[in-house]
């Protein structure tokens, strides 16, 4: 079993920035990738980005590349999303997940948090 819970959420304007956190407690240990996921209303789950917490290997959405960099302090079980350049239809929920393996893990992610909400205003 492993707990996530997402921070950072908000309300911001075309173009500005925000940082997303995502916390991680239990069997985490068991898993060697976290990452991030959203959905927008009337849309499906969509993968973001996910980093592997051994080497440090990053995946992103090419819908996101460029503008939205993904980290993480295993110290701390934590992940982060930094969003630049921010558009309205990143407007989302966006979800943190854990999974075995950054490659397939739009597929292959086993926990989720509870989401946070980011609203991008035009």
């Known amino acids: 079993q492993v707990d996530l819970v997402e921070s950072g959420g908000g309300l911001v304007q075309a173009g500005g920035s925000l940082r997303l956190s995502c916390a991680a407690s239990g069997r985490i240990f068991s898993y060697n990738a976290m990452g991030w996921f959203r959905q927008a209303p009337g849309k499906e789950r969509e993968f973001v980005a996910a980093?592997?917490?051994?080497?440090?290997?990053?995946s992103y959405a090419d819908s996101v590349k460029g503008r939205f960099t993904i980290s993480s302090d295993n110290a701390k079980n934590t992940v982060y999303l930094r969003m630049n350049s921010l558009k309205p239809e990143d407007t989302a929920v966006y979800y943190c997940?854990?999974?075995?393996?950054?490659?397939?893990?739009?597929?292959?992610?086993?926990?989720w948090g509870q989401g946070t909400q980011v609203t991008v205003s035009s």
């Open positions: 980093i592997s917490r051994s080497a440090g290997v990053t």
């Open positions: 997940a854990v999974g075995p393996s950054v490659y397939g893990f739009g597929h292959n992610a086993a926990y």
